[in-house]
């Protein structure tokens, strides 16, 4: 099945601190996941993934979580910049088909 | 970086028309999607394809619409009969492998407007 995610729909950061952006999932079997960025316009852009054998995975300046425990999985966005004010959704492989999305972030950074 | 490709970038059309929306994934890729975004909301998944045959389906996906994949490169989403509910950016999608094999890549969208 597919998860029902929580999250909060907005987030504003001043430039240069740390974001961290939350989404909780409800289905245990979810084995992959995957954040994306949409900025205006644009389609999701892949940022980073995670599978669950894993419960931390660094890229450049991000860093996704991942508690099975709970259910709960975050972004961490080090130092934050303008161009990183966008739309971020949480996804979960449902089969080897398809993807499941969240209902997205909105991230606004503040100058 | 290969990128997905999608045409066109915004149509209008009447209500009862139909409409073909053009994607040509990255060439190497061997799973193909369709997903769509209400304005304001989550991306929603339509279908997937693979092997030259649909694999998974959503709800959304009715007899309204249908999948191509007319030659090597082009797949395409077909929307018979356009109704005022189907207005929304349609994403085609390409992977190399399976969801959790590979990273799926999104084109930028069609943008749809049914009048």
């Known amino acids: 099945g597919e998860s029902a995610w929580l999250h909060l729909p907005t987030l504003s950061v001043q430039e240069g601190d740390n974001s961290i952006i939350n989404c909780a999932y409800s289905?245990?079997?979810?084995?992959?996941f995957i954040w994306y960025k949409q900025e205006s316009g644009k389609g999701p852009q892949f940022i980073i993934d995670?599978?669950?054998?894993?419960d931390k995975r660094q890229g450049q300046r991000v860093t996704v979580l991942l508690n099975k425990t709970v259910k709960h999985l975050s972004l961490q966005i080090a130092a934050t910049q303008p161009g990183d004010s966008a739309v971020y959704f949480c996804?979960?492989?449902?089969?080897?088909?398809?993807?499941?999305f969240g209902a997205g972030t909105t991230v606004t950074v503040r100058a | 970086e290969p990128e997905v490709t999608q045409t066109p970038s915004h149509q209008v059309t009447q209500m009862g028309q139909e409409v073909i929306l053009r994607c040509v994934p990255i060439?190497?890729?061997?799973?193909f999607y369709w997903y769509r975004q209400i304005l304001g909301q989550k991306v929603e998944f339509l279908v997937s394809?693979?092997?030259?045959?649909?694999?998974?389906k959503s709800e959304i996906f009715d007899d309204q619409f249908s999948v191509e994949r007319p030659d090597g490169s082009n797949f395409t989403l077909k929307i018979r009969s356009t109704k005022l509910e189907d207005s929304a950016m349609y994403f085609c999608?390409?992977?190399?492998?399976?969801?959790?094999?590979?990273?799926?890549?999104f084109g930028e969208g069609s943008w749809l407007t049914v009048v």
């Open positions: 289905n245990s079997a979810s084995d992959y």
């Open positions: 996804a979960e492989r449902t089969n080897d088909y398809k993807l499941s």
């Open positions: 999608a390409s992977a190399r492998t399976g969801v959790g094999g590979n990273t799926i890549y």
């Open positions: 394809f693979y092997n030259n045959e649909i694999s998974e």
């Open positions: 060439s190497n890729h061997l799973y």
């Open positions: 995670i599978r669950s054998n894993m």
